[in-house]
T-cell receptor, first 109, second 117 residues
């Protein structure tokens, strides 16, 4: 079967750095996405990785290792507004998105 | 506003009633997806369209669910004889797929929150 694993919940302090991990087992791989979802709202696109390595976008970076079936989302200089769920999704060989359950990130002052 | 829009944003209905939701995608997008999401879970794929053609429907989707995209623009999702288990957020997303392939990013609408009493 296809599976995406993420921690259920993480807590971090305002101004700090946090790394949210995602491991996947899918039938094929055609890219990995990270989305942010605030409570009661729709997911919004954060980043896309299809090749190994690090993609940086401001305070957010995403890393991919295809051989390990592993990705992480790195958030720097955390702000209270970063409190949200972070969803990892992998596009499989049929070009369907397989979604993780999301990691709820709690930021404390 | 040129994002994905959904209507209504909230719907409360009684068990056994039919409900219909509408999604208007980003205008130049040719793909439209419907998902269902419950608390603490990621989006669950329901179905998707390429232009007006419905290309895939989840095997988990019962016959009470039907979706249309008659002119390749807006789409409707109908749930017949609603059950309490249908209570969820229904998300619509759209994307642009080109013949050259590459990154296809889905952009989501605000969702329709359904409560079946």
């Amino acid at each position: 079967g296809q599976n995406i694993d993420q921690p259920t919940e993480m807590t971090a302090t305002e101004g700090a750095i946090v790394q949210i991990n995602c491991t996947y087992q899918t039938s094929g791989f055609n890219g990995l996405f990270w989305y942010q979802q605030h409570a009661g709202e729709a997911p919004t696109f954060l980043s896309y990785n299809v090749l190994d390595g690090l993609e940086e976008k401001g305070r957010f970076s995403s890393f991919l290792s295809r051989s390990k079936g592993y990705s992480y989302l790195l958030l720097k200089e955390l702000q209270m507004k970063d409190s949200a769920s972070y969803l990892c999704a992998v596009r499989d060989s049929n070009y369907q998105l397989i979604w993780g359950a999301g990691t709820k990130l709690i930021i404390k002052p | 506003d040129t994002g994905v829009s959904q209507d209504p944003r909230h719907k409360i209905t009684k068990r056994g009633q039919n409900v219909t939701f509408r999604c208007d995608p980003i205008s130049e997008h040719n793909r439209l997806y419907w998902y269902r999401q419950t608390l603490g879970q990621g989006p669950e794929f329901l179905t998707y369209f390429q232009n007006e053609a419905q290309l895939e429907k989840s095997r988990l989707l019962s016959d009470r669910f039907s979706a249309e995209r008659p002119k390749g623009s807006f789409s409707t999702l109908e749930i017949q004889r609603t059950e309490q288990g249908d209570s969820a957020m229904y998300l619509c997303a759209s994307s642009l797929v080109t013949s050259g392939g590459g990154q296809e990013t889905q952009y989501f609408g605000p969702g329709t929150r359904l409560l079946v009493l």
